[in-house]
């Protein structure tokens, strides 16, 4: 393969990673009404494996529904996009989220149960959690930025939409 070649052929797969990012945009943001907090959960120790946070994604997934109603159905539960981030780069694990308050609780509130959640998932109250109002779609493309075609595993099972 020559340079012009391969130039090409690079350029083709950065096309093909912003279609599915753009794909990926388009389709969270479909999958929920109105997203309403911006959330970037971290570790305040060291998580090795993507594995491990999905753990911690389970327990905090469970946390956040029980907070919101106590035994939610499948069409109450809280709706959230969760993406792992750090997988395939040097950078320590984290996960970003975008989440749905339900209408019967109030912006303040819903972040305080996201942090409390977060913390009882971890067992740990020094568990980092940074809220943001959510204010358009950008961050569901900021925090699809890690996706290639071969890469994305990012996406956690435990979304809900």
Known sequence: MNTLELIEQLKTNKRA?????QD????????AGTYTHAVTLTFPFEVT????VEKYLAFFSRKINSECCRRPKEEEKVKMALVIHGINSSKKLHVHAAIQSPDKISSIEMSRRIKKSWHKALHHKRAIVDIKTYDDDGWIGYISKEFTLTNTRGISQYCNF
């Not at 990926?24 to 999958?31: N, P, R, S």
Request: aromatic share 12%.
């Open 24 to 31: 990926f945009v388009q389709w969270i943001a479909g999958k």
């Open 49 to 52: 494996d993507a594995d491990e």
């Open 17 to 21: 990673k912003t279609v599915l990012q």
